[in-house]
């Protein structure tokens, strides 16, 4: 489960390595954001582009900005008893129209991301779905 304060990877292109959250949407501050929860995050590591033509385009250091949860170390219950585990909490940024900033995902995401009709351009982008 994803708490404030928890750090973060990043599982794409953007430019962000490391975010940390600072506040859980919908009711998920009682138990933990669980994948495919959306959460606000603020960036502490990113990746410095220095030729870049596009102003709008640099995730900076210090800002906040959205993000929806790909995988976690804690898990995902399914139907029949089983859990989806991974290595890494990984999250991916979303700008304000639910549209990711990158243009490449690292990695596969969980098959709940599927589900929610909002998100159809990052199943686009995905590699595999667990």
Same mark, same amino acid.
């Given at each position: 489960?994803?708490?404030?304060? $928890?750090?973060?990877?990043? !599982?794409?292109? *953007?430019?962000? +390595? @490391? %975010?940390?959250?600072? &506040?859980?949407?919908?009711? $998920?501050?009682?138990?933990? !954001?669980?994948? *495919?929860?959306? +959460? @606000? %995050?603020?960036?502490? &590591?990113?990746?410095?582009?220095?030729?870049?033509?596009?102003?709008?385009?640099?995730?900076?250091?210090?800002?906040?900005?959205?993000?929806?949860?790909?995988?976690?170390?804690?898990?995902?219950?399914?139907?029949?008893?089983?859990?989806?585990?991974?290595?890494?909490?990984?999250?991916?940024?979303?700008?304000?129209?639910?549209?990711?900033?990158?243009?490449?995902?690292?990695?596969?995401?969980?098959?709940?991301?599927?589900?929610?009709?909002?998100?159809?351009?990052?199943?686009?982008?995905?590699?595999?779905?667990?």
């Amino acid at each position: 489960m994803i708490n404030v304060e $928890s750090i973060l990877k990043v !599982a794409d292109n *953007s430019g962000a +390595i @490391l %975010v940390k959250c600072i &506040k859980l949407f919908k009711f $998920s501050y009682r138990i933990g !954001a669980i994948p *495919s929860q959306t +959460i @606000l %995050v603020v960036v502490r &590591k990113n990746i410095f582009k220095k030729h870049v033509t596009k102003k709008s385009k640099i995730i900076i250091k210090g800002r906040i900005y959205k993000a929806l949860i790909l995988r976690s170390i804690k898990g995902l219950k399914r139907w029949g008893n089983f859990y989806i585990k991974c290595y890494h909490n990984l999250v991916i940024l979303l700008n304000e129209y639910n549209l990711p900033f990158a243009t490449r995902l690292y990695g596969p995401i969980v098959r709940e991301i599927r589900m929610k009709s909002k998100y159809s351009k990052i199943i686009s982008l995905a590699e595999f779905i667990l």
